[in-house]
């Protein structure tokens, strides 16, 4: 059915405030995606998926917002699902991660779990769809780094890195050159990406909760759609910012 990417990152803000972001990037050739798979907050994401469970998803990253580990959460919610061999579920917090994959899920299905993300899919065309999904998303992400005296630091963002939904988008995009999703008799597919981080904006970036449910083309229509929702988010940005640095939006036209 699907293919998705979970991601963790820490990092710095330019003026020395440490955050944390958290998402999910899903496809599939059928519609509606956005509205089954995927599960974030500041604290966690979760992907659900094959016979999808949605209720593996919400109650997993609720456990995970009350402070249970992700694998210690999603574990036990399989455990007590009669349907878990036929699941796939997938997430991380911010110290670890989770991945598994049933028994009985159909034939071309895998997980990968690397630092920090986790890549799951069914119903592909090979393991080179992961492999490259997540080879993508390692090229491109940013990494904590260990100082052996003070432990990991979050590494500072800057004006070159991209946004994180941008680099999700770009490894499902990766992972379809490999064939995707192998129903190519299904014409009608989905994207979906989410992303939320601890850190506050006066304007909470709409690029970061985006999703295509009923397309031929839906990465491709998922990546113009953020460069869309970008352009957008800047533009209001600049219109507004007396307002934003005033702390007050009464004067924003909606």
Not at 132 to 161: I, L
Not at 186 to 209: C, F, G, I, K, M
Request: with cysteine.
């Amino acid at each position: 059915m699907t293919f998705s990417i979970c991601a963790h990152e820490a990092y710095e803000t330019p003026d020395g405030d440490s955050h944390h972001r958290f998402g999910v990037a899903v496809t599939t050739r059928l519609p509606g995606v956005g509205a089954l798979c995927p599960f974030v907050s500041d604290r966690g994401a979760v992907a659900t998926q094959s016979l999808v469970n949605v209720e593996l998803g919400d109650r997993g990253l609720a456990y995970v917002e009350d402070g249970l580990a992700v694998d210690d959460a999603l574990e036990a919610l399989l455990n007590a699902d009669e349907g878990a061999p036929q699941r796939q579920l997938h997430g991380v917090d911010r110290e670890g991660t989770f991945a598994f994959t049933g028994a009985e899920c159909v034939e071309r299905s895998g997980h990968l779990e690397r630092d920090n993300f986790t890549v799951a899919g069914n119903m592909l065309t090979g393991e080179d769809v992961l492999e490259a999904a997540a080879a993508n998303y390692a090229a491109n992400a940013v990494h904590e780094t260990t100082d052996p005296a003070t432990g990991p630091e979050a590494v500072r963002d800057d004006a070159e890195t991209d946004p994180l939904a941008k680099r999700l988008i770009d490894a499902l995009a990766a992972g379809d050159l490999e064939g995707g999703d192998k129903r190519e008799e299904l014409s009608v597919q989905s994207a979906a990406v989410v992303v939320e981080t601890t850190e506050r904006h006066d304007w909470e970036p709409a690029y970061n909760d985006l999703r295509i449910d009923a397309s031929e083309t839906p990465i491709a229509d998922l990546r113009e759609t953020y460069d869309l929702a970008m352009a957008g988010y800047e533009s209001t940005l600049a219109r507004y910012s007396d307002a934003f640095e005033a702390d007050s939006l009464e004067s924003v036209d909606n």
